[in-house]
T-cell receptor, first 113, second 113 residues
C-alpha cells in the first residue's frame, strides 16, 4: 500500500491567518482525499482532489475556505484560510479505494488561538 | 443525521479476552464496510473490510461480522493484546457514493494487563 508523508504534524496558529498542509505519496495515485476530524467527532470528508482538475468539495466546505492544489499524481496541499478557533481539528489526507482500503497520512493537529 | 453510529465511546477489556466493537448503520445502500484503527498522533490504519454479500470476514485475530437485516456489524479481536489499545473506527460506503466513506465517531479500546 502507498506511504504518505504529511506535514506539518501540528501547528498553533493565530486567528485570521492561513496554514497550508502538504501530503506527498510514494506512488502515483488518481485521487487524494482530505478529511477533518474535529474533537470527539468522526472523520468528515472535505474534498476529493484529482490531478489536473478542480477539487470536488463536500457539502459544508467551500474552495475559498479550503483551497486545494494537486499539481501532480503524488502531491497535494490543503490550505485552511482565515482561520478561527472552530477550525481547530486534525486534518488528514488519504489515498486508496473502497476495495483495498485507504491509507492515511499521520495527520496535522491544528490549534487556532 | 449520523448514518454510521458507534454507540460506545470506550471499551475496556482484559488482555487475552475477546474485544467486541459494534457499529450500526442506517443507509441500506451501503454495500462495503471497513474498520480502521488509530493510535494517537497517527493516521487511521486499515484493519479489515467486508462486502455486503458476505456475513463474515476473518483475518488473523480480527473477524468482522455483518448482519444486514439488523444493519449492524461488529469487530471481534481474539485474543486481545496490549497493542490493540487504540481508537477503532467503522466506515461504510455505497457504490454510488463516489468513493466517499461515511465514518462512525470511533470507540476507544483499552486493553488492561
Amino acid at each position: 500500500s502507498a506511504v504518505i508523508s504529511q506535514k506539518p504534524s501540528r501547528d498553533i496558529c493565530q486567528r485570521g491567518t492561513s496554514l497550508t498542509i502538504q501530503c506527498q505519496v510514494d506512488s502515483q495515485v488518481t485521487m487524494m482525499f482530505w478529511y477533518r476530524q474535529q474533537p470527539g467527532q468522526s472523520l468528515t470528508l472535505i474534498a476529493t482532489a484529482n490531478q489536473g482538475s478542480e477539487a470536488t468539495y463536500e457539502s459544508g466546505f467551500v474552495i475559498d475556505k479550503f483551497p486545494i492544489s494537486r499539481p501532480n499524481l503524488t502531491f497535494s496541499t490543503l490550505t485552511v484560510s482565515n482561520m478561527s478557533p472552530e477550525d481547530s481539528s486534525i486534518y488528514l489526507c488519504s489515498v486508496g479505494d473502497r476495495v483495498y482500503g485507504y491509507t492515511f497520512g499521520s495527520g496535522t493537529r491544528l490549534t487556532v488561538v | 443525521d449520523q448514518q454510521v453510529k458507534q454507540n460506545s465511546p470506550s471499551l475496556s477489556v482484559q488482555e487475552g479476552r475477546i474485544s467486541i466493537l459494534n457499529c450500526d448503520y442506517t443507509n441500506s445502500m451501503f454495500d462495503y464496510f471497513l474498520w480502521y484503527k488509530k493510535y494517537p498522533a497517527e493516521g487511521p490504519t486499515f484493519l479489515i473490510s467486508i462486502s455486503s454479500i458476505k456475513d463474515k470476514n476473518e483475518d488473523g485475530r480480527f473477524t468482522v461480522f455483518l448482519n444486514k437485516s439488523a444493519k449492524h456489524l461488529s469487530l471481534h479481536i481474539v485474543p486481545s493484546q496490549p497493542g490493540d489499545s487504540a481508537v477503532y473506527f467503522c466506515a461504510a460506503s455505497d457504490e454510488g457514493g463516489n468513493y466517499q466513506l461515511i465514518w462512525g465517531a470511533g470507540t476507544k479500546l483499552i486493553i488492561k494487563p
